[in-house]
T-cell receptor
Framework: DTAVSQTPKYLVTQMGNDKSIKCEQN?????MYWYKQDSKKFLKIMFS???????INETVPNRFSPKSPDKAHLNLHINSLELGDSAVYFC?????????????FGNGTRLTVT | DAKTTQPNSMESNEEEPVHLPCNHS???????IHWYRQLPSQGPEYVIH???SNVNNRMASLAIAEDRKSSTLILHRATLRDAAVYYC???????????????FGKGTHLIIQP
């Protein structure tokens, strides 16, 4: 069973569209994250959610909005997509109450904006 | 998170040990040393972490210098499946109980020759 799963795996869309990426974890973790990996392969944290509260927002444009219906899900909504949003987006989870709890990552969603 | 320095790439032969170095001269007393790896087309994967003593698990060993300013990830017998980018990351136990996520650097691209 996949611990952290993301859908879709690939997403191709045009500029200006609005899209969502879904993430689910079955590990019982209380913290979830979104990371962006650009074409140069740099991994940067975008958001962190703990018990449905946003606790990190690394100066991400407000076109990006994380939504967490429950502890097991953290979806990423992107409005008015731009060419520069093309990247691989990774969801991850960990257990905040256990410091040094490893992060478990999904296998990513490759977003291509044309 | 304090900064780490790793070689951009390393090459090794299959079935031989691999020693991946990491320098972290500005490490603080609250920083744990974490290693993750990212296989092609996959999300990052936790490998090992330690504070002061050397650590072993089923994936690798972590050797930490006495002054903690450097560490070495050891793959005892590399296989082709170990070809990946390896990230050395400092993570403070003090920072929000582990809910701050991870700050990834460039990592070391490990190439395994058959």
């Amino acid at each position: 069973d996949t611990a952290v799963s993301q859908t879709p795996k690939y997403l191709v869309t045009q500029m200006g569209n609005d899209k969502s990426i879904k993430c689910e974890q079955n590990l019982g973790h209380d913290t979830m994250y979104w990371y962006k990996q650009d074409s140069k392969k740099f991994l940067k944290i975008m958001f962190s959610y703990n018990n449905k509260e946003l606790i990190i927002n690394e100066t991400v444009p407000n076109r990006f909005s994380p939504k967490s219906p429950d502890k097991a899900h953290l979806n990423l909504h992107i409005n008015s997509l731009e060419l520069g949003d093309s990247a691989v987006y990774f969801c991850a989870s960990s257990q905040r109450s256990s410091y040094n709890s490893p992060l478990h990552f999904g296998n990513g969603t490759r977003l291509t904006v044309t | 998170d304090a900064k780490t320095t790793q070689p951009n790439s390393m090459e090794s032969n299959e079935e031989e040990p691999v020693h991946l170095p990491c320098n972290h001269s500005t490490i603080s007393g609250t920083d744990y040393i974490h290693w993750y790896r990212q296989l092609p087309s996959q999300g990052p994967e936790y490998v090992i972490h330690g504070l002061t003593s050397n650590v072993n698990n089923r994936m690798a060993s972590l050797a930490i210098a006495e002054d903690r300013k450097s560490s070495t990830l050891i793959l005892h017998r590399a296989t082709l499946r170990d070809a990946a980018v390896y990230y050395c990351i400092l993570r403070s136990w003090y920072s929000g109980g582990g809910a701050d996520g991870l700050t990834f650097g460039k990592g070391t691209h490990l190439i395994i020759q058959p």
